[in-house]
């Protein structure tokens, strides 16, 4: 249950880092007593997979069953799909890190099964991280990262299609 909540918690700061980075560039104020953002400060990224570390080579990743690995899947690939509405709004270099070490503890806590396409969503996020470097015009590849989802949700649709 601790992995699970941490999950959400890790969802709820990525998603809202993705929301905040649509309302243009510059770095996101921390609501007064909202745990959250803190959440997605790149020191805390152990924090959503901590709980469950030692778990994440098991069979459900750093949950202890199929319905706490379906529901924080659901969440992750929810967060994940905003990817490119956020990113396309000129998010700074250190939004894009931020982005990128939310996606680390995805893959540190995700099933096994799904490792490799969390490892290439956190690639896509860091080449543009890269190229938003170099050129503050760069745009992030949508299809892409749609492709690199598309096995998440057929996991989604053959592992959890029944969880209760």
């Known amino acids: 249950m601790d992995a699970r909540t941490a ?9 809202g880092l993705l929301l905040t980075g649509c ?19 790149p020191s805390a990224t152990a924090s959503p997979s901590a709980p469950g570390t030692a778990a994440a080579s098991g069979p459900w990743g750093a949950y202890p069953g ?18 490119p509405a956020s990113l396309s709004g000129g998010p700074t270099t250190e939004q894009v890190q931020a982005v990128e070490d939310e996606v680390a503890g995805m893959l540190e806590a995700a099933p096994p099964e799904l490792a490799a396409d969390h ?12 190229e938003l470097a170099e050129d503050p015009g760069a745009r992030f590849d949508g299809e892409a990262i ?7 949700r057929d996991w989604l649709d053959e592992t959890c299609r029944d969880t209760r």
């Open 7 to 15: 999950r959400r918690g890790a969802a709820a700061a990525l998603t």
């Open 23 to 41: 309302t243009g560039p510059g770095p996101a104020a921390d609501p007064p007593g909202s745990p959250e953002p803190s959440a997605a400060a």
């Open 66 to 83: 199929r319905a706490e690995a379906c529901a924080a899947v659901a969440e992750d690939l929810l967060a994940l799909a905003l990817l």
């Open 119 to 130: 490892a290439r969503v956190q690639l896509l996020v860091d080449s543009y991280g890269e």
């Open 146 to 152: 749609d492709e690199a989802l598309a096995p998440v």
